[in-house]
């Protein structure tokens, strides 16, 4: 078997407060294979959206990052120099942004924002750049693309500016997509299309999606596997239609309950919810991050837990799950 | 038969919209005359996509926005803005984002007190008795009566608000988008909130959601607005199970049920939101409608009775082929 195209391993995110430090994302581990698309869900404060900063060494600069591996195409991604990283970012590694209002620069055209990439990285004339563009931007179904390329952010909708910076992040054919919560900004019929796009480009080029989201919604009907996060924590991972058909974490089944479903919860019924907040990522965290909020909790909890499995033979960090 | 609790007849709401010193300003209709009734006792969702109209009338409803033409009855008699003070004891707004609806520099019993004040209900004393068991009505700790809206989580502050809008005994509260911007989690428990309250204090609500499941979850009926119209209006389960107007349809299918294999839904609506400073000809929607025909591009289509509900649309679906 291959090596996978992007492998994490114990990645921590610190964030340094007044006192102590804030433990962001605590020692996670995952995988993306090449053309494959693993969902990152949780919550906010979850460390979804911080993971993925990490990722492309985007953090805030009071974040730390560490981490045993963060391999991506065999390279070493913690032991690379900035420069180089630079060489990556929107090469051979892209990001899609929630909010593209925020995310696109307001003060330049949209040509000259997809082209700026393609001419950083490859050696192209202005002219191969700006077809390349006009070519993606008709690929992600927008039309009069030759007359996009002059207008200016502000004069798009939410869902053009964010199919803009689909178009953008395939500028130089990345291998590997990292987008946060791409669609949560839009309408319903809007995300619809946005994702329906996104599965098929993530096909159509054999690219992997690393999509954080907090909708398991979009993780059921896009992903091909699943990171279910809590506190800073991996807490469920695995092929999705295993995870769905039997969560074997306690968090994952409390956040399905909470949800209703059209033909299946029935209407006005009382939604399952989870009791308790979210703990303080300051300090000690021993034990399962979820003890405290937990029916089935037992004072083993309190100490490290370990990897076990599901049903569906995905990786459950409970110790009610058999161990593996 | 008594009057319904709210009735819109042919409400527009316009914008002039300036385009320089010496053209003739644009005119955006935000709400194109709509005609609505909200029954006593019933949860009317009304849904549809960003720029819709769905807040206009909200805010025209809470005498926020003045309609420019068309009638707003409350209980069969007009909407009288000198009297929006007597309305506003009737009717009573829950916002989408508690982080900017409470007031950051008054406590949770200023804040849900204060339309006592206003209104002049009651001496201190009963008011704050009123307040006190208005945050146990919403699941709020006496403690957090003297706590300012930082100190608490978004579940906590939409409580708040939602005690806010209950303190005035209400017959009527307008849910404008009240969960989504909550987590998963703490949505489940404001929506259960809301269910047992509209049991309780056996209110109405106008519930304004772009969530077609929460909207499944908690409506009686449904209306659906496109470009300042209403397409369709129709019964819960009748609207879920046969949408007769195509954007229904495409609004149901764009729902994304945690069901993995059935993949993401292409719910075939080509192009994007019109301009509605320049909004198409004939059915606002044919741009892009599958099923449109010429005269979907010339003839504006007028609301007609079917069974269930009523469609505005020139070639509704047929029951049976949606």
Redesign the interface.
Same mark, same amino acid.
């Given at each position: 078997m291959s090596d996978p195209l992007l492998e994490v391993r114990d990645l921590h995110v610190d964030i340094p407060l007044a006192h102590g430090s804030l433990r962001a994302v605590r020692g996670i581990d995952f995988h993306v294979d090449r053309g494959e698309l693993l969902c990152i869900v949780g919550?906010?404060g979850c460390g979804k959206s911080l993971t993925s900063l990490a990722l492309m060494n985007l953090l805030p600069s009071r974040a730390r990052r560490r981490a045993a591996a963060l391999r991506f195409a065999g390279q070493d991604l913690t032991a690379l120099p900035e420069r180089r990283m630079a060489d990556l970012r929107g090469n051979r590694m892209a990001m899609i942004f929630q909010e593209p209002m925020t995310s696109l620069n307001p003060a330049y055209t949209i040509g000259n924002q997809l082209t700026e990439a393609l001419t950083r990285h490859r050696r192209v004339t202005a002219a191969q750049a700006r077809d390349r563009a006009v070519h993606l931007l008709e690929r992600v179904g927008i039309?009069a693309a030759a007359s996009r390329l002059g207008q200016y952010p502000h004069q798009l909708? @939410?869902?053009?500016r964010q199919r803009v910076m689909i178009a953008m992040a395939l500028m130089c054919g990345p291998e590997l997509i990292i987008a946060d919560e791409p669609t949560t900004a839009l309408?319903?019929?809007?995300?619809?299309?946005i994702?329906?796009l996104l599965?098929e480009l993530q096909r159509e080029f054999g690219m992997a999606v690393v999509l954080i989201t907090?909708?398991? @919604?979009?993780?059921?009907?896009?992903?091909d596997r699943v990171a279910v996060m809590y506190a800073g924590e991996i807490v469920e991972t695995g092929r999705?239609?295993a995870l769905? /058909?039997a969560p074997a974490h306690p968090y994952t089944r409390?956040?399905? /309950?909470?949800?209703?479903?059209? @033909?299946?919860?029935r209407?006005?019924e009382?939604? @399952?919810?989870?009791p308790g907040?979210v703990p303080s990522l300051t300090g000690n965290l021993d034990g399962c991050a979820f003890r405290n909020r937990c029916g089935e909790a037992r004072d083993i909890c309190a100490r490290t837990v370990p990897w076990g499995h599901g049903a569906g033979g995905q990786a459950v960090r409970c110790v009610n799950a058999g161990v593996a | 038969m008594t009057a319904p609790v709210l009735e819109l007849r042919d409400v527009r709401k316009i914008y002039p919209i300036s385009r320089g010193l010496f053209a003739k300003p644009a005119r955006l209709a935000a709400v194109d005359g709509v005609d609505l009734v909200i029954n006593r006792g019933e949860t009317l969702a009304l849904v549809g996509e960003s720029g819709s109209g769905k807040t206009t009338i909200a805010r025209m409803l809470l005498g926020l926005l003045e309609p420019t033409a068309g009638q707003i009855l409350v209980d069969g008699q007009a909407l009288d803005p000198a009297r929006r003070k007597a309305m506003a004891r009737r009717i009573q707004p829950i916002f989408q984002d508690p982080y900017s609806s409470l007031n950051p520099r008054k406590t949770v019993s200023q804040i849900v007190g204060l339309p006592l004040v206003v209104h002049g209900i009651g001496t201190a004393a009963e008011r704050r008795a009123r307040v006190a068991e208005m945050l146990d009505v919403v699941g709020l700790a006496r403690r957090h009566a003297d706590a300012y809206p930082n100190q608490m989580s978004g579940g906590q502050r939409q409580r708040v608000a939602i005690a806010r809008a209950l303190v005035m005994r209400p017959d009527v509260v307008i849910c404008d988008e009240p969960t989504s911007a909550l987590d998963v989690s703490v949505q489940a428990q404001i929506l259960n909130l809301l269910v047992s309250l509209r049991r309780d204090f056996g209110l109405t609500y106008l519930f304004i959601s772009h969530n077609l499941a929460v909207v499944e979850h908690l409506a009686d009926r449904v209306a659906v607005m496109y470009l300042g119209r209403l397409v369709e209006q129709a019964g819960r389960a009748e609207l879920f199970a046969h949408p007769r107007h195509p954007y229904t349809r495409a609004l149901l299918a764009s729902v994304l049920t945690p069901e993995p294999g059935l993949g993401v839904p292409d719910p075939g609506l080509g192009g994007s939101f019109p301009n509605p400073i320049a909004p198409p000809p004939g059915c606002g929607f044919h741009p892009r409608c599958a099923r449109a025909a010429d005269r979907c591009r010339i003839d504006v289509p007028q609301p007609s009775a079917v069974p269930g509900g009523i469609v505005s649309c020139h070639l509704p679906l047929e029951q049976g082929l949606s």
């Open positions: 919550e906010s039309t909708s @939410g869902g053009l309408d319903v019929t809007i995300q619809a299309q994702l329906h599965r907090h909708d398991l @919604g979009v993780v059921a009907r896009i992903a999705v239609d769905f /058909a409390g956040l399905l /309950a909470c949800i209703p479903v059209p @033909g299946r919860t209407p006005g009382m939604l @399952g919810s989870i907040i | -």
